[in-house]
């Protein structure tokens, strides 16, 4: 008993030591925090622009996560990945960022609270007991900020969730609603109508309930408002060379443009040619081309609607390109969990041999690789031999039909302005020198801009968002990352990949493989134990001698 009343005597002061440094390392651990990620792209790290954000809230943001307690064993790495993001922001958010986990499986007042706040309640497959059993199941997010919130109804892809969190936080925090553009040159097709209404009403109406939207005359004022932060084309035809002129500085000048843009026109009597030239004839200054050739999918296509009389008639319609999942581009966050856009008469996009320098092109829609393209005049009948199109196409295989340019852009107008012509009425000529003459002229861009293109004007129009309401979300996502690019430039989905071999290893190699992870490793764990208890073993041996001849 005099021998260990003298060891903890002898050791106390580093015993103290050891419980102070615990101590402060608990303290430390709360004020910084970083972890190992050692995957290629770093899908369990957040990026330095969700960073930023979360160190910029001024107050607190909520985060209720309602998840299920009795999920699939399917869904349980999908729900672990979603809380570990969680605890990343709660991580960098510090007391600005606080999460509630609810299970709300036996819970009524959770599940009417839920219900309360717009959460879906989502149907999920998974097996029981060998059988295949369907289960409704909670995996959504409701963010409170103030009086403000937002909610992510059913979290259908943890890969692309860091871009949905961040992009509401913006959201929830931001003090002034952004300023988008709509630039609409469309007229309405019916001749009855007196007023000549847009074709766009719809996009239009969804956008306002986000955004600050203005109308933007530019053919009338020949100017873009210094506050508008992103452009939205609608069927961009016709533009004068003094309105095109105009928006390629606004681009030079950081500007963001979305380019929805018509290859095709569709004529009488069932027959389409290439349309008319517009604003894509400056998109060869930055290195892309609009192809006006009709792209067709014999399989990936959405359905229409004819009238045959007094008959209505529905069928698969290859002239209508549906973009399926692969489609979308993984490197470009808000379109990537998207799973379905509908093109109708489409021409494609292809980029020059040699971009500009500083200009960065991504592909964001492509179609699969069984597309393919026919030349002008283009017959619209839908009860045509299409097989037989495919075979005698001179084009086939995959195409891009959306494209982002971004970075420094070379001015389309090297020379300056347009010179007016001499048939220009004097109102016209007085406004162009007015507005183009007094400014400086950017030969290239003065911030970075972003240009997205896509090689269809037709897909936003009314009667197609009635059908197919998928392409609503995809303009809404894009005017969401313009608007906020800054801000979600960084950020991409973030899907764990697969790492195949680069050559198919052989038999005798693959069943190594097998037996190492199976065998080997649990048996080094094992080995691993066995050796830590020799040693403990050993170590208390020497204690217990030590004691015993002391005593």
């Not at 993984?330 to 799973?339: E, Q, R, V």
Request: hydrophobic share 40%; glycine share 6%; no cysteine.
């Amino acid at each position: 008993m005099e021998a260990r009343r003298t060891y903890w005597q002898r050791h106390s002061f580093e015993i103290i030591l050891v419980i102070v440094l615990f101590v402060l390392a608990a303290f430390v651990s709360e004020r910084i925090y970083t972890r190992a990620d050692l995957t290629t792209e770093k899908v369990f790290t957040l990026t330095d622009s969700t960073k930023s954000v979360l160190r910029n809230i001024d107050g607190i943001v909520n985060v209720k996560f309602y998840l299920s307690g009795d999920l699939p064993p399917e869904a349980l790495p999908a729900s672990e990945r979603i809380k570990d993001l969680l605890s990343e922001y709660e991580a960098y958010g510090g007391r600005h960022f606080r999460i509630q986990i609810i299970d709300p499986t036996n819970n009524p007042e959770a599940k009417k609270r839920a219900e309360e706040l717009g959460l879906l309640e989502g149907q999920m497959q998974g097996l029981s007991r060998d059988e295949l059993v369907v289960k409704r199941v909670y995996m959504g997010i409701a963010m409170t900020y103030r009086d403000k919130s937002e909610i992510i109804p059913i979290i259908t892809d943890p890969a692309n969730l860091e871009y949905d969190l961040t992009s509401r936080i913006i959201k929830l925090t931001r003090k002034t609603i952004p300023v988008l553009g709509i630039v609409d040159f469309s007229r309405s097709y019916d001749i009855q109508d007196p007023e000549n209404k847009s074709r766009f009403t719809t996009i239009k109406r969804a956008l306002r309930d986000r955004f600050e939207v203005r109308d933007i005359k530019l053919e009338e004022t020949l100017e873009v408002p210094e506050d508008i932060e992103a452009l939205i084309f609608l069927q961009p035809m016709g533009l004068s060379d003094e309105a095109k002129y105009v928006l390629d500085q606004y681009l030079l000048g950081g500007g963001n443009i979305f380019a929805p843009s018509e290859a095709i026109m569709i004529g009488q009597q069932m027959q389409a040619f290439p349309a008319l030239p517009g604003y894509e004839t400056v998109f060869s200054s930055y290195g892309l081309d609009l192809k006006k050739m009709m792209v067709l999918e014999n399989r990936n296509n959405a359905m229409a609607r004819f009238s045959t009389g007094m008959m209505v008639i529905q069928m698969p319609y290859p002239m209508w390109v549906r973009i399926q999942p692969t489609g979308f581009s993984k490197d470009f966050a808000p379109i990537a969990p998207l799973d379905s856009l509908v093109l109708p008469w489409s021409g494609y996009l292809s980029l020059q041999k040699d971009l500009p320098d500083g200009v960065k092109a991504t592909a964001i829609l492509q179609t699969s690789k069984d597309a393919y393209a026919l030349s002008s005049p283009f017959d619209l009948n839908p009860q045509q031999d299409w097989q037989a199109q495919r075979a005698n196409s001179s084009k086939q295989g995959t195409f891009v039909l959306g494209y982002l340019l971004s970075g420094i852009f070379p001015s389309a107008f090297p020379d300056g302005p347009p010179v007016p012509d001499e048939d220009t009425r004097e109102e016209r000529k007085q406004l162009i020198a007015e507005k183009l003459g007094s400014h400086t002229h950017l030969s290239e861009s003065s911030e970075p801009g972003n240009l997205v293109v896509v090689s269809n004007g037709r897909f936003l129009e009314d009667n197609y968002l009635q059908d197919f309401t998928e392409n609503l979300l995809f303009v809404q996502n894009i005017a969401d990352w313009m608007l906020e690019n800054e801000s979600l430039i960084g950020i991409r989905s973030r899907s764990v990949a697969a790492r195949p071999f680069e050559k198919e290893p052989t038999e005798p190699v693959k069943n190594l493989i097998k037996f190492g992870l199976t065998i080997g490793l649990p048996l080094l764990v094992v080995l691993f134990g066995l050796l830590r208890w020799g040693i403990r073993l050993k170590r208390r041996k020497l204690i217990r001698q030590r004691y015993v001849s002391g005593g």
